[in-house]
């Protein structure tokens, strides 16, 4: 048997109904670092401004999945999501080539996502785009079987997802994750990556290997050029087989993120690459440990409706 692709609107038609329809679908994973006390102000503002259809509040995780499924299936034409990257990541997941939009709240430690979205960290803000925004098509990487938003990643990532504290994260933010990093660093092993892009193959040592959709990588900018709607994957490692060079890259890239555009860096762009490691290794997809090497990893130009704001420059 052979499934029909789902018919989507045009974004005009789709940003009309918002409008008009006012039917929004509502997920907070209240377990973020700010979803528990942003919830009730979230909820309360949207029963004002919106016909609410499907209100979900998840304290495990592990309920995202099934809560966001039933919001894209709940007759919304806006799914409204609160939460981290890796919330937002999982939404980008089950939303992707549905005939709705994702509104975006970003509340958590890095918020990537948001960031190359252009949307406003402040909560009143963001709720503000909501009613304001204008409907916008943006890429995913897939791997795996996974859509993911931001970055898929290998090496010392992987051990820093897996160790970074849930409570470090909500006192330091952000700088939770380069501190874990240098902290599991000593004894890290480097890996060999060989890259096929096209007819070229690129082979590399390295102890950190990043393979963009986003433009954002712990909260700052990849490079000055670089977006969630260039129709590229971005491929680039942090240092190389010295420890002492990663730490240099990883506090750089924390602290004041590349400031040159993509054609003055030693950056990889793609639509496609194959990937091999040795030894294989675990991938970590938006924050989360998924698949391993060797792996396929594509873009999927507009393969995301999202609500961002008026001046985004939609491609």
């Known amino acids: 048997m052979v499934t029909e692709p789902v018919r989507q609107r045009s974004k ?3 940003d009309a109904d918002i409008r008009v329809r006012r039917r929004t679908a509502l ?11 942003s919830f009730p102000a979230v909820h309360q503002r949207l029963q004002a401004t919106a016909e609410l259809v499907d209100v979900r509040p998840v304290a495990d995780p592990r309920g995202l999945p099934e809560a ?3 919001a894209a299936d709940s007759g919304a034409d806006l799914v409204v999501v609160g939460g981290g990257d890796g919330t937002l990541s999982e939404a980008t997941h089950q939303l992707a080539h549905r005939d709705v939009c994702l509104g975006v709240l970003p509340l958590g430690t890095t918020n990537n996502f948001a960031r190359g979205l252009g949307l406003p960290l402040r909560l009143p803000a963001a709720l503000r785009v909501l009613t304001d925004g204008k409907v916008a098509d943006v890429d995913l990487g897939h791997v795996a079987g ?3 938003a931001n970055l898929t990643s290998l090496g010392l990532s992987v051990q820093v997802a897996e160790h970074v504290p849930h409570r470090l994260k909500r006192v330091l933010g952000r700088a939770a994750y380069p501190l874990t990093a240098l902290a599991l660093l000593p004894g890290h092993r480097p890996f060999t990556a060989r890259l096929r892009i096209g007819d070229e193959v690129h082979e590399l040592t390295t102890h950190q290997l990043n393979i963009a959709n986003g433009s954002h990588h712990a909260g700052r900018a990849i490079a000055s050029d670089t977006g969630l709607d260039d129709r590229e994957l971005v491929v680039y490692r942090l240092g190389d087989a010295n420890r002492l060079r990663l730490s240099l890259a990883t506090v750089r890239q924390t602290v004041i993120g590349p400031r040159r555009p993509l054609d003055r860096t030693r ?6 690459v194959w990937l091999e ?4 290794l675990a991938l970590d997809v938006d924050g989360e440990i998924r698949g391993r090497t060797p792996v396929r990893i594509v873009l999927e130009a507009n393969a995301l409706r999202v609500m961002v704001g008026r001046d985004f420059p939609d491609r």
Do not use: Q, W
């Open 267 to 272: 950056f990889l762009t793609a639509g496609e």
């Open 68 to 70: 966001l499924a039933a």
């Open 12 to 14: 005009t038609a789709l």
């Open 27 to 37: 997920v907070v994973n209240v377990r973020s670092r700010r979803g528990r006390r």
């Open 277 to 280: 490691t040795d030894p294989p």
């Open 146 to 148: 996974r859509h993911f």
